[in-house]
């Protein structure tokens, strides 16, 4: 059995399990049914995105399982021909074109990466942001340092 087939049931199963548990979870007498029927919501997604995801795995497979078998009945044919040339450039483009491959979703993974640890320094930026504006509210308030009017509270940050 695929992983694609295996997939289907798993999420009939996943639905008709968590369906009830989340959408219809009365105990607390609807109040939270908004916040489960979305939790219901996001796992069907996930679950989706799981499935389709599968299937560009098989999809992907598939097709460089096609994609070898070509190439190696063409090296076959070369070698049955006496192409002993002929038959190396056809294995070293197919690997160059794999590596090729490779190499294009590892960039498209390191783009993003890379958009990922913009938005975290994005993050950090803001915290920071918020840090200084707490230390400016905090020593305002007469909670200073000692020699500001404070009461006299060490600062391990040298402030």
Same mark, same amino acid.
């Given at each position: ?15 008709? =399990? ?14 939270? @049914? ?10 069907? #997604?996930?679950? @989706?995105?799981?499935? /389709?995801?599968?299937?560009?795995? %098989? ?7 096609? &994609?070898?078998?070509? =190439? ?12 002993? /040339?002929?038959?190396?450039?056809? =294995? %070293?483009?197919? *690997? ?5 491959? =490779?190499?294009? #979703?590892?960039?498209?993974? *390191? ?8 938005? $975290? ?18 020593? +305002?308030?007469?909670? +200073? $340092? ?5 009461? +006299?509270?060490?600062?391990?940050? +040298? &402030?």
């Amino acid at each position: 059995m695929n992983l694609k087939k295996a997939m289907i049931p798993a999420a009939i199963m996943f639905a008709l =399990v968590s369906t009830p548990a989340l959408a219809h979870d009365m105990s607390d007498h609807g109040k939270n @049914h908004g916040k489960n029927h979305t939790k219901m919501h996001d796992g069907l #997604k996930k679950s @989706h995105d799981g499935q /389709e995801s599968a299937h560009n795995f %098989n999809k992907d497979a598939h097709d460089l399982n096609k &994609m070898a078998h070509d =190439v190696m009945m063409s090296v076959q044919t070369a070698l049955n021909s006496g192409d002993l /040339e002929g038959a190396k450039v056809l =294995v %070293n483009d197919f *690997m160059a074109t794999q590596h090729a491959g =490779v190499i294009g #979703k590892h960039t498209a993974q *390191m783009g993003e990466h890379t958009d990922q640890m913009g938005k $975290h320094a994005g993050h950090v930026g803001d915290h920071k942001d918020q840090m200084d504006e707490h230390k400016k509210e905090t020593h +305002g308030h007469g909670h +200073g $340092h000692s020699g500001q009017g404070g009461h +006299g509270h060490s600062n391990p940050h +040298g &402030m």
